[in-house]
């Protein structure tokens, strides 16, 4: 006799677990809308190199990359629209000479990193730097206004 419960077939999710799957839905909608495209970290666009670490503050988003090896000269950050790309590449090469043997080994990659940037973001005030391998790029917030404006009511003419 086949299985008649509603809540065992295929496509149903069980109620106590229907309002938990909602809500992380809920989440990853909210995550993709105000910062990383989700695209960009599934498939076959899903990043390799450089992992990065995202902060946020009060005043700035900071986005930090370790990119051993690279300098300034290798690493390009830009705007594309309100897209920020952060991308470079490394070319990395050894060299060992000894009397009982001979190793030179290479290594090279380029890579790139796309972030949608969200609201609220000072494009003209984003800086990047890189020191000792690690990559930091800085994302002021616009400051809130402050006051609030008073406008006055007129009659119609």
Request: net charge negative.
């Amino acid at each position: 006799m086949a299985n008649t419960d509603v809540s065992t077939r295929p496509g149903n999710t069980p109620a106590p677990w229907r309002s938990f799957r909602d809500e992380l839905d809920r989440v990853f909608e909210r995550f993709n809308q105000n910062f990383v495209p989700w695209s960009l970290l599934t498939g076959d666009n899903a990043p390799k190199w450089p992992s990065v670490d995202i902060a946020e503050t009060d005043k700035a988003f900071t986005i930090t990359a370790e990119l051993p090896g690279l300098s300034t000269q290798d690493v390009d950050v830009s705007l594309d629209g309100n897209v920020l790309v952060i991308k470079g590449e490394k070319k990395n090469e050894t060299k060992t000479e000894d009397k009982n043997y001979y190793l030179m080994e290479r290594s090279y990659g380029a890579f790139q990193r796309r972030f949608a940037l969200p609201e609220g973001i000072d494009r003209d005030g984003i800086t990047a730097s890189v020191d000792k391998g690690v990559l930091t790029v800085t994302l002021p917030k616009v400051a809130p206004s402050a006051a609030t404006k008073k406008i006055e009511v007129k009659p119609a003419s």
